[in-house]
């Protein structure tokens, strides 16, 4: 055949896939079309050689070979060679098409399915106490902005009687040269050789509210009490730890049923990482060696199983331990004090204020082992089983930031969603002491620098 009159011939049919060209030599292979652009797909006729994987075409022949081809469903009726281009173009662009949008929209991992679920989850679970942990950064609110106008009462305690107390309004606006966002906070001085606290400033130190972990500390100070009282060692007293202190709300120290510890472990669970299930079981145990006839039984090895000997009487051990506590409150005169928790949790009748705070502070203060207690920041420590083995392996971080800042010696931290961020510290250089109080601040980490612009004061 004419190489021209080839190129003129009109096609009927080609095969799409590669295929082994005829050896008939009134047939021209036609060039590979895959991954060719028109142009380039334009025939070398010159080139004696076929090009390798041929396609297979057809152009009027006989009608006999016409009908055999039609049986194939591989092949495609066309008109021209040029059409024949232009399709094989058109699917190669909507392969590439294909391809470009299988890559951009990779189908997601499972895994990164469950972070983000997990993330969403995360977020809306703190998005109430959010306000606790992330300082604002917003316009002040009325009563914020009117703080530097607030008239605090300064009180002069005369040389001659404690009770002599001249009030003096005083404006503190030269005195904060930054707000503090607490609602409630009170200031208390003691120079050295001086006995007596001195209230520098304070701001709705009498309005009462709730405390939260700040109730800790009577607990603290109500075990260590009977232990002086009854002449006790701190870790002659073993305790068994239930399954219910597993099971309390708030911050925990993770104390695991079955293992056995001494008081002064407890206070410690208690007191550093403020654990809600190491009071409970403190309360517990208080209560029930109270109303034990025979003590000194627990006191030469045998420890106290809280699930056979307080469960029966958990409701009146509990009453009983809360009546310690009001009475010590009431030995102090903190007039506008009442407790109906061990913990802080949550409760409307668990109340104090900032006066009453610092004067149980003042009576914390004066005891060694309390001391002691809220002065670590870090504690380490193993429960044993009852064979007397070594069993679950503790460390305990102390939740005040300040105790890494020279002069800061602890006392205690709070906060529940009603209470809100609160702080009881004690501060101590050579030329004087003081006691902080700061209740209602506006998050957790604001609370130490407003107890630290009120040092400042001093």
């Excluded at 958990?314 to 009546?323: C, G, I, N, V």
């Amino acid at each position: 055949m004419n190489p021209k009159e080839g190129l003129s011939v009109s096609l009927q049919k080609f095969h799409r896939k590669s295929a082994q060209s005829t050896t008939d030599d009134s047939q021209m292979a036609l060039p590979e079309l895959k991954g060719r652009s028109l142009k380039s797909a334009t025939p070398k006729l010159h080139n004696n050689k076929p090009l390798q994987p041929p396609l297979r075409y057809y152009i009027n022949e006989s009608v006999q070979q016409r009908k055999r081809s039609e049986n194939h469903s591989d092949y495609t009726y066309i008109e021209t060679y040029l059409e024949a281009l232009q399709r094989y173009a058109q699917e190669e662009k909507k392969k590439k098409q294909i391809q470009t949008l299988s890559i951009n929209s990779f189908p997601i991992l499972p895994g990164q399915v469950m972070r983000e679920r997990i993330k969403k989850y995360a977020e809306i679970q703190q998005r109430e106490v959010l306000k606790y942990f992330v300082r604002k950064e917003q316009q002040p609110k009325k009563p914020i902005s009117t703080a530097l106008s607030i008239m605090s009462q300064k009180s002069i305690v005369s040389q001659g009687s404690k009770t002599d107390v001249l009030s003096i309004s005083i404006p503190i606006s030269s005195k904060i040269k930054h707000k503090v966002s607490s609602k409630k906070w009170a200031i208390f001085k003691r120079n050295k050789g001086e006995i007596n606290f001195q209230k520098i400033y304070a701001y709705q130190d009498h309005q009462k509210s709730e405390v939260a972990s700040i109730t800790k500390v009577m607990t603290c100070y109500t075990t260590l009490k009977f232990l002086e009282e009854k002449r006790i060692d701190m870790e002659s007293i073993r305790i068994k730890i239930p399954g219910h202190a597993e099971c309390i709300d708030g911050t925990s120290a993770f104390l695991n049923a079955g293992g056995i510890m001494n008081v002064k472990q407890l206070l410690f669970a208690m007191m550093l990482p403020s654990g809600n299930d190491a009071a409970l079981v403190l309360s517990y145990a208080i209560a029930f060696l109270k109303t034990c006839d025979n003590i000194q039984r627990y006191c030469n090895g045998h420890y106290i199983d809280c699930e056979l000997e307080i469960e029966k009487n958990k409701f009146q051990l509990r009453t009983q331990f809360l009546q310690m506590m009001n009475n010590h409150a009431e030995n102090l005169k903190m007039d506008k004090t009442n407790y109906n928790s061990v913990h802080g949790l949550n409760d409307t009748l668990n109340v104090s204020c900032a006066l009453d705070i610092f004067k149980l502070v003042e009576e914390c203060i004066k005891i060694k082992e309390f001391m002691e207690i809220v002065n670590t920041r870090c504690f380490k420590t193993y429960a044993i089983t009852e064979q007397g083995n070594q069993g679950t392996y503790y460390k305990w971080k102390n939740t005040n930031k300040l105790l890494k800042k020279e002069g800061w010696e602890g006392i205690k931290t709070g906060i529940t969603s009603n209470a809100g961020p609160c702080f009881s510290g004690y501060y101590k250089t050579d030329d004087f002491d003081a006691i902080v109080i700061v209740l209602q601040s506006s998050n957790m980490l604001q609370r130490f620098k407003d107890a630290e612009i009120l040092i400042k004061l001093l």
